[in-house]
C-alpha cells in the first residue's frame, strides 16, 4: 500500500462535535417521520426530497434567545447550514446533494432568530473508506462503523475513488464523517469556515 502525494480529500468531524448541537425543535414532519429517523437517514447518504426536512425549527428553551448561528449547527435533526456556506457549496459538484431554504425562530414561534439558513442533505455516497487502514475504527453491534471523536489527521484511509465524482458525500458504514475535496474545502476555509466543519485530512492508500 502507498500513499498518493499531492493530492488530499477531507473528513469532517461535525457530527461528532457536540458544540455544533443547538437546543432547536420542530413540528412533526409532513412525511410523518421521526426527526431522529431524518437525521440518520440524512447521515447515511439518502436522496432526500424537501418535505423530508422542517421548513421551520423552534428555539427549544423559553429563556434563552438564540443569536445568530455559526455556519454548520446540527439543529432539530438537520443539518443547517448559513447562506454564506450555502452559496460556497453551489460553486461546487454536489451531485444529488441538496440545499433547501429552513427559517429559524426564538421560542415564541414568531420572533426570526437572525440570519438565512438552509437544510444540507448529503445525497451522495462512495464506496472508498478503508477500515481495515484506518486508525481506532469500532464496529457497532449494527455493522455501522465509528471512528474516535478526537479524530487526527491520517487516521482516515480511504482509495483513490474518493478523487472522483462529487465534492461531498459519506461512506456507509462509516458513521458520524462525511468528506469533502480538496477544492471545496480550501473555498470553505478561504471562506473562515474551518473551525465548524472540523476538516481532518485523509489518507488516500493506492493497492500494491
Not at 423559553?62 to 447562506?83: C, F, I, R, W
Not at 431554504?101 to 472508498?128: A, M
Request: glycine content about 8%.
Amino acid at each position: 500500500m502507498t500513499q498518493s502525494q499531492n493530492v488530499r480529500i477531507w473528513a469532517s468531524r461535525a457530527f461528532m462535535d457536540s458544540t455544533r448541537i443547538k437546543g432547536f425543535t420542530a413540528d412533526p414532519l409532513p412525511t410523518g417521520m421521526g426527526l431522529g429517523q431524518m437525521a440518520k437517514l440524512n447521515e447515511a447518504g439518502e436522496r432526500m426530497s424537501a418535505e423530508h426536512f422542517p421548513k421551520e425549527i423552534f428555539a427549544k428553551y423559553p429563556d434563552k434567545k438564540e443569536k445568530k448561528q455559526a455556519d454548520l449547527v446540527l439543529a432539530a435533526g438537520a443539518v443547517v447550514v448559513s447562506a454564506a456556506c450555502a452559496d460556497v457549496l453551489r460553486q461546487f459538484e454536489l451531485g444529488h446533494s441538496s440545499l433547501y431554504p429552513i427559517k429559524l425562530f426564538q421560542h415564541d414561534r414568531k420572533t426570526p432568530v437572525e440570519g438565512e439558513y438552509f437544510c444540507l442533505n448529503i445525497g451522495e455516497r462512495k464506496d472508498v473508506f478503508l477500515p481495515e487502514l484506518s486508525r481506532g475504527v469500532t464496529t457497532l453491534g449494527s455493522g455501522k462503523l465509528l471512528m474516535p471523536p478526537n479524530l487526527h489527521d491520517d487516521d482516515v484511509a480511504v482509495s483513490p475513488a474518493a478523487l472522483e465524482g462529487p465534492d461531498l458525500w459519506v461512506s456507509p458504514p462509516l458513521i458520524q464523517i462525511f468528506f469533502l475535496s480538496d477544492r471545496l474545502t480550501q473555498a470553505l476555509r478561504a471562506a473562515r469556515m474551518g473551525k465548524v466543519f472540523g476538516f481532518r485530512a485523509c489518507r488516500i492508500v493506492e493497492a500494491g
